[in-house]
């Protein structure tokens, strides 16, 4: 019999070291690696190899979640927040989560739910601004704070804006200022933050449409005008300029750049009776146009104002009451029947998702707008909204 501490056989002893643990880690030669070229590397990998990459380590796990890494994916993808030019719209919230929310848009994967609700048929309209939804109810516009957790928002008014005796038609949010059209004829400033306000008669019939910027209103009316206000000191209500139309001016708006360029014909095949029920900015040189003749019109104004550039048609011949971009890849509108919603990709021909909101009775989108998570879309008596955060 061996001796207590005589050495062990060399079988045994091998066996002992390929048990036992190292003593230190063997770090692999890929940390080595300046990080800079590490990002280098990872730039290449895809959406799938990005999201296997970060499940082999915390390092690897958070080295692959870098905003650096998504933003180009994300430019791609429908509504993450990045505009055509690369503007960050969303610059508080992780590229990578943008990313995967993106794809519920894309999918039409949402929780939908009416956050509000009213007794008589309105045309309601509405702005998104950072924490407060505004929108028009009658004469009022009333602001309502957005649930921090996205679930919805909270069912009474924060703010109430008044000053008009008949239904507002429209209204736009800019620089912390309330510009507002009603059915009796006139335009109403407030500033959201204090108790400025300034009203005057700008039509002899409804304001259908309105815009601000830079110390200018301009309005539209079934009396067949347009006009450009004065808001600098000294001047306010005093109107600038009179264009007189063919027929009632149902949408109107003021290029980004302020340039002072009048565009007084936007394209010449339109047939009698198709008016532009809204139009929509993306850059300076970029807009898009729905109304009644069915079709989403995206026009560079660079090239012609005589013919537009894209065109997408309504699937079921429905007017589209509303429409908004992302400013790069997904356009949403919003038709005249059933509440139907739909989401368009600007790289393809036919619709990409829709959403019936309202059944069984009918009544147009009069409204809407979105954020990279949530869409909301004003009926004629309620306010809903597709949350596409919840799957």
């Known amino acids: 019999m061996g001796r207590k501490g005589s050495p062990r056989s060399p079988q045994a002893e091998g066996g002992s070291r390929a048990a036992s643990p ?28 990005l999201g296997r990459l970060g499940q082999v380590c915390r390092r690897l796990r958070f080295l692959s979640s870098r905003d650096l890494l998504w933003r180009r994916i994300a430019r791609g993808c429908l509504n993450s927040g990045f505009t055509q030019l690369g503007t960050d719209l969303a610059a508080g919230i992780p590229v990578k989560e943008r990313v995967k929310v993106s794809r519920n848009w894309r999918h039409g994967r949402c929780r939908r739910e009416t956050v509000l609700k009213w007794k008589r048929n309105l045309m309601p309209w509405m702005e998104l601004d950072g924490e407060y939804l505004y929108l028009s109810q009658a004469e009022n516009i009333q602001a309502y704070q957005l649930c921090p957790d996205g679930t919805g928002l909270q069912r009474h008014p924060q703010a109430i804006f008044s000053g008009h005796q008949e239904d507002v038609c429209r209204f736009v949010l800019v620089n912390s200022h309330i510009v507002s059209g009603g059915g009796d004829g006139n335009i109403v400033l407030h500033k959201i933050h204090g108790s400025y306000s300034v009203k005057f008669s700008a039509h002899e019939q409804e304001v259908n449409c309105v815009d601000f910027q830079g110390g200018l209103i301009v309005s539209g009316s079934r009396d067949r005008t347009a006009k450009v206000w004065s808001l600098s000191a000294g001047r306010v209500g005093q109107c600038l300029h009179t264009v007189q139309t063919e027929d009632r001016v149902w949408s109107i708006a ?14 010449t095949d339109f047939h009698r009776g198709a008016g532009v029920l809204d139009v929509f900015y993306e850059t300076p040189s970029l807009l898009l146009s729905c109304g009644y003749d069915t079709y989403i019109r995206y026009w560079d104004i660079r090239t012609s104002t005589r013919k537009c550039v894209r065109e997408w048609e309504e699937p079921h011949d429905s007017a589209l009451y509303c429409i908004r971009s992302d400013g790069n890849h997904m356009i949403a509108s919003g038709s005249s029947y059933y509440g139907v919603v739909r989401l368009w990709d600007k790289r393809q021909t036919r619709c990409l998702q829709s959403f019936h909101l309202s059944s069984p009775t009918s009544s147009p989108v009069y409204c809407l707008r979105f954020s990279t998570t949530h869409l909301y879309a004003a009926l004629a008596s309620a306010l809903h909204v597709l949350d596409f955060t919840a799957l």
């Open 22 to 49: 190292p003593s230190s880690p063997t770090l692999s030669p890929l940390w080595a690696l300046p990080e800079e070229l590490l990002l280098l590397i990872c730039s290449y990998l895809d959406v799938q190899a």
């Open 254 to 267: 003021i290029s980004p750049l302020l340039s002072g360029q009048l565009l007084t014909c936007l394209g």
